[in-house]
T-cell receptor, first 111, second 112 residues
């Protein structure tokens, strides 16, 4: 157990509303990641962070922003949610052996 | 990034060994071979990784071909809990940020 929690675990929202997903870790890992998983696409990287206030884009970053003001928290924000952002979102941290440990996921539905 | 090819699905019987193949013919010398699996309704789970030599851990073994163009994940005795999607991923040593690129994986079903 890598001590990763995600909140909320489920969310239903309407198109055009802002949404923030939270990833929290308890083990002081430097690298954190946000992925989304959709049928037919597998997992795709949205953004990642390599330290407090240090973030970079992944392969599907459009429409998403992230922030990391503390080591333990990595926030993913959808400024104006769209139906195409309906997905399951996974947070991950990178361990000492370069393996990644994933959280339980957040299921987001945008109506 | 180098690409991997895996069968879409495989079946196995409970308590028998399972060999999950992965082809990566364009692998470079600094690419690590990682395996993850994803059980239904859960996040992916790290299984094992290696560079050149075969690797063993409590979950599985990784056999890497001498030319490194293919690898095999070996589950020594499949259980029903091993039913999952298994992903073979190449991670370059110099990969900025340690990013993983997931393919479609192999869906393993285990019959009692």
């Amino acid at each position: 157990d890598a001590g990763i929690t995600q909140s909320p675990r489920h969310k239903v929202t309407e198109t055009g509303t802002p949404v923030t997903l939270r990833c929290h870790q308890t083990e002081n890992h430097r690298y954190m990641y946000w992925y989304r998983q959709d049928p037919g696409h597998g997992l795709r990287l949205i953004h990642y962070s390599y330290g407090v206030k240090d973030t970079d884009k992944g392969e599907v970053s459009d429409g998403y922003s992230v922030s990391r003001s503390k080591t333990e928290d990595f926030l993913l924000t959808l400024e104006s949610a769209t139906s195409s952002q309906t997905s399951v979102y996974f947070c991950a941290i990178r361990g000492g052996g370069n393996e990644q440990f994933f959280g339980p996921g957040t299921r987001l539905t945008v109506l | 990034d180098a690409k991997t090819t895996q069968p879409n699905s495989m079946e196995s019987n409970e308590e028998e060994p399972v060999h999950l193949p992965c082809n990566h013919s364009t692998i470079s010398g600094t690419d690590y071979i990682h395996w993850y699996r994803q059980l239904p309704s859960q996040g992916p789970e790290y299984v094992i990784h290696g560079l050149t030599s075969n690797v063993n851990n409590r979950m599985a073994s990784l056999a890497i071909a001498e030319d490194r163009k293919s690898s095999t994940l070996i589950l020594h005795r499949a259980t029903l809990r091993d039913a999952a999607v298994y992903y073979c991923i190449l991670r370059p040593y110099y990969n900025q940020g340690g990013k993983l690129i997931f393919g479609q994986g192999t869906e393993l079903s285990v019959k009692p």
